[in-house]
């Protein structure tokens, strides 16, 4: 019997958590905020939301076997990207072009650089960034809540004054009243998908702090006609930028596994956000701002790899 | 005189309990039949056995010894014949001269065993050497070399290790309960001969009942209350771990590759300052252990004393066997434990526990690939980023694993315990430092050409 006892390196027992339970629980914190976009927008979009899913794991699923990988598209990740894919289209996308930016997503931004870890942006928006250039139209085409304008906040504020009358007050910002994509429609709900991803210990909160608060603090100084006049609150609440914060630079694989480095890609992604929306002629900023940070992500923690406990040395 | 500390340090993991045996008093274990004892219980240098096959020997008598500094010798814990001596391989997997003994049950003490006489540190610390004291708590260095650290070296602070951090096990926590006054008169007499400042004694916030039976003890005496303090810690894996500990207690922290007295700390096991107490009073060298006897497989979970060299297979003979097929056996906790190969191996100086884990909590789950989520970053007490030494580990990139501090790891185990993908940092780490050595006897080899 003795030759069979188990020789295995300590340590001898594990927690309970795995990749699959993370990713259910960000798939959980995501679900009111898509709610309030099927509730704002229509049916259409929980029509767009399941297409994106499925040709998401439809995606994993084949080409883990074309690359003959194993299988994984049970830890649920291919699912997680479809979703966020899915939450930054509008509502009226055709759709063959998500199907289409949905296997973009998996096979060339994840797959084909590994798999999950290994890509160095964020699938999905990689994704939307290579959508938006494929198909512009198609992929600013918003529908407001009760209302017929076309344009999100944000687009109106870049068309100038004479549109700002239309402007939607905070409280249908904060609520859900407004146009834009699917999943940033109302920040209450994503906040709430926030709250319990911080409460699970899904994610920390010093990519969100740092991000958001870098971002309040250049559209106050920056935005307005005025230094220190910005309307902080107002973009905060308006375009990706509470989707992007929480759920989306947050993202495993695409952000600094250190404290430091977390900080620093938290205020880069605020710092960015902020130059692109106030001073490009590109209304949203997250996406560009995100996927920039993605690529330095290597770089940060290279410079900052942290001393041991009690060290002064930095080599051994 | 009890202090709370809040402050604990950064990192660690929340693991659980399961103090099944915390209101389990000692059991003593007869004697077995055989007890195999391996002449390297501590870490330094093997002794030497100066008895030979066919000799009788008492217990408490010399069997092994060694001249260099670092080293304890070793005595025999039963009365008996000495059946063979031979080379044996151990707990860890390493190849140890070891002597054989054929008990005869009478248990006779040799005539050697008295109560030391000491008038002062030098002569205290020539007889705590014979006594073959070394770390009860898991490491195993000699007492004697740790309590005379080297000149220069100004040591003003004493911790006591009984924070216990590992799950099941409560030997420390039973010492406490059973020989309080030990505890302390052996802190005392510490505290006499080496003229130390501070005394900490640290307790998880898990054990109130450990808690209270010392500080209660420690204030009674007006001529140590104020040095002899109880902290009570904050129940978090690794605490007793010697750098949080020191750091918890007294805000001190030990740079990488250096040791406690560099910042003016030594740390001592609660049971071996207990039984410094004891062998003042008795002469009695270290011939018994109380290890923790627990996990899921075992039949009758107890605290057992158990005379050094028996085998695995008869401590858990004396707990009512298995309840289940083990499958995974553990000497030490299940966090930093060494999985034995075979129930034969012997129980050592330095053995606090024996688990045993059936078919389903041995499983370990199979390794995905890292999400890069943080959490080892997170957890570890060293500040390390076991993901990336993970990684250059099995590419066997060495240069890596030197910038990202491979070497600073204490294997707490806390990475693996958090990693969701399952991955085995611990075990590569490990690798990783082999892989150190292994580059720098290479450089060493090249340089002296
Ligand atoms: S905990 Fe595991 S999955 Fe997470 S970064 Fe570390 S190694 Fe990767
Ligand atoms: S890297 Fe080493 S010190 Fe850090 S948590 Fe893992 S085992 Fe513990």
Known sequence: ?316 | MLFTKKATFRGGVPVPHWKNTAEAETLQMGVPSKVYIPMLQHIGAPCTPVVNKGDTVKVGQVIGTSDKLISAPIHSSVSGRVTNVAPMVVFNGQSVMTVEIETDGLQEVHEDVKPPVFNNKEEFLEQLKKSGLVGLGGAGFPTHVKLAPPPGKEVDTLIINGSECEPYITSDYREIIENSWNILLGVYTLVDLFGFKNVWIGIEDNKPEAIKVLSNIAAKDDKYSDVVKVVKLKSRYPQGAEKMLIYACTGRKVPPGKLPADVGVIVMNINSVSFIREYIRTGMPLVKKRVTVDGPAVKNPANVEVPIGTPIADVFEFCGGFRSEPVKVLMGGPMMGVAQYSLQYPVLKHTNALIALDEKSAKIPPEGPCIRCGRCVDVCPMNLMPLHINRHSLHGDVEALEKYHANDCMECGCCSYVCPAKRHLVQSIRLAKAQLRQAATAAAAKGGK
């Open chain 1, 1 to 316: 019997m003795e030759n069979g006892l188990l020789m295995t390196s300590s340590p001898h027992i594990r927690d309970n958590t795995n990749t699959r339970r993370l990713m259910a629980d960000v798939i959980i914190a995501l679900l009111p905020a898509c709610a309030a976009g099927v509730y704002f927008f229509g049916l259409r979009s929980l029509l767009v939301l399941l297409v994106t899913v499925a040709a998401s794991v439809i995606a994993e699923y084949i080409t883990r076997i074309l690359l003959k990988r194993e299988q994984t598209v049970g830890d649920m990740s291919a699912a997680v990207t479809g979703l966020i894919l899915g939450m930054n289209l509008p509502p009226t996308i055709p759709l063959w072009i998500a199907i289409v930016g949905s296997v973009f997503a998996i096979v060339i931004v994840k797959q084909l650089f590994g798999g999950i870890g290994q890509n160095f942006v964020n699938p999905a928006l990689a994704a939307r960034v290579f959508m938006v250039i494929s198909w512009p139209v198609q992929m600013t085409r918003w529908i407001i809540p009760d209302a017929v304008s076309s344009a999100t906040p944000l687009g109106l504020i870049k068309e100038g004054a004479s549109a700002a009358e239309e402007l939607p007050g905070y409280f249908e910002l904060f609520i859900g009243k407004k146009g834009g994509c699917i999943g940033e429609v109302s920040a209450a709900v994503l906040l709430i998908g926030a709250v319990y991803l911080v409460a699970r210990r899904v994610i920390t909160l010093e990519i969100p702090l740092t991000y958001i608060g870098s971002f309040a603090l250049l559209t106050w100084i920056f935005g307005g006609d005025r230094l220190f006049s910005g309307d902080a609150l107002y973009h905060v609440l308006s375009g990706g930028l509470i989707l992007g914060a929480f759920f989306m630079a947050t993202d495993y694989t695409t952000s600094p596994v250190n404290r430091k480095g977390r900080l620093i890609f938290g205020i880069g992604c605020g710092v960015l956000s902020a130059i692109i929306r106030l001073f490009s002629n590109y209304p949203e900023g997250v996406s560009f701002a995100i996927l920039i940070m993605n690529t330095l992500v290597p770089l940060i923690e290279r410079y900052t790899i942290p001393r041991s406990f009690g060290g002064g040395k930095s080599v051994a």
